[in-house]
Structures are given as C-alpha cells and as structure tokens.
C-alpha cells in the first residue's frame, strides 16, 4: 500500500505557483521522497526526490517538514502542460525496487 | 534523464491471440525492469519484476504464464500477453533501473486493446 496521503484533486492559474502537498506521517529515516507526474496516456516522468533537505531542479522544488513527516512539490509558473496527476512516493534510500503508486494529485492548469 | 523506450505505443489484436510489448532502454544498462497495468483512472499496479538473465518475479494475482516477461539482456525486456481476451484491456508500462541511479525511468506506455 502507499504511505502517502495527496489531496485527490487540485486547480492552478497559469503562470502562478502550485503547491502540491504530501503526508507521509509514517516515512522511516532511510526513506526519501520521490515525485513523479503522469500526463495522460504516458508513462510517469520522474520529477526530482529528497531526503531531508530541500531540493530544486529545473522542474521543480521539494520542500520537506523539518520532523519530515510532510513535503511540499512546487511548481513555480504552471503551464498549461503541466496538467497531470502528480503522485508522492517515499522509499528506502539505495533501493532498486519497484516504486509504490498511490492514487496522486490531478492538478489542472487552467487558462 | 534516462531514456527508457517502449513499443508499440498503441495496439489492438483480436481475442485469442498474442501480443509482444518491447522494453528498450537506450542509453544505460537496465539490471531490473518493472511491468506495470493501469486500468483508466487507476493507479500503476506492480505485474512483475524482471531482472536479466533469471526468471521474472510476479506479483499476487499476475498469471504467469499469461503475461510471459523475457528480460534477456541488459537493454531490453518483453512482455507478452498470451491469448488475449478483453478483459486484458489496459494500459502497460515498464520501468528501468541500472542499479545504479536513484530514481527508476518509464516507458511511454503500451495501450492494449482486445476485440
């Protein structure tokens, strides 16, 4: 099962930052966070992932709870392609298995 | 990132016959590949998971000898649903990992239609 908690549904104005949350009350220590995106009819795009400090890349920035029992996944200016469903993920450190899908986010993006 | 390509993109075969869905990952050595079925708004569910060279994990409730899973090289693994009915209808996806990297990449999916 997944050890994440994401509101199923989320609306954002073009241009403006989304804020997608994340409750992952239970994540152990070796445990990182992991974000995906699905845009409809593809297969899911790795977005960036951390452990405890927060982390940004060109698609995006993770900002982690101090007690690490949360996160947040911002995109500073949505775009109208960056509808899709955003799934939180949380996973043992060094590990190659196979990633636990909960039921994410759909943000809509709109004009 | 790494890219990871899979083929056909789109598929419909009559009930009863076989389908072959390919697995390539094209610019690193994938150890492990993981197969994945999404029915319309649902979540990824975990199939199987393969690793090259050895047989194929498969998870409850995945019929092993109805979706066959090749993993014969480091670069490409194969799916195929055998004797397909419509019920087999869905999404397919596969991932891949070298081990190595932290994150897994994803195929762009397979959609399968059974008439």
């Known amino acids: 099962d997944a050890k994440t908690t994401q509101p199923t549904s989320m609306d954002c104005a073009e241009g403006r930052a989304a804020n997608l949350p994340c409750n992952h009350s239970t994540i152990s220590g070796n445990e990182y966070v992991y974000w995906y995106r699905q845009i409809h009819s593809q297969g899911p795009q790795y977005i960036i992932h951390g452990l405890k400090n927060n982390e940004t890349n060109e698609m995006a920035s993770l900002i982690i709870t101090e007690d690490r029992k949360s996160s947040t996944l911002i995109l500073p200016h949505a775009t109208l392609r960056d509808t899709a469903v955003y799934y939180c993920i949380v996973r043992p450190g060094g590990s190659q298995g196979n990633l636990i899908f909960g039921k994410g986010t759909k943000l809509s993006v709109k004009p | 990132g790494a890219v990871v390509s899979q083929h056909p993109s789109r598929v419909i075969c009559k009930s009863g016959t076989s389908v072959k869905i390919e697995c390539r990952s094209l610019d690193f050595q994938a150890t492990t590949m993981f197969w994945y079925r999404q029915f319309p708004k649902k979540s990824l569910m975990l199939m199987a998971t393969?690793?090259?060279?050895?047989?194929?994990?498969?998870e409850q409730g995945v019929e092993k000898d109805k979706f066959l899973i090749n993993h014969a090289s480091l670069t490409l693994s194969t799916l195929t649903v055998t004797s397909a009915h419509p019920e087999d209808s869905s999404f397919y996806i596969c991932?891949?990992?070298?081990?190595?990297?932290?994150?897994?990449?994803f195929g762009q999916g397979t959609r399968l239609t059974v008439v």
């Open positions: 393969s690793n090259e060279g050895s047989k194929a994990t498969y």
């Open positions: 991932s891949a990992t070298d081990g190595r990297l932290a994150e897994a990449f």
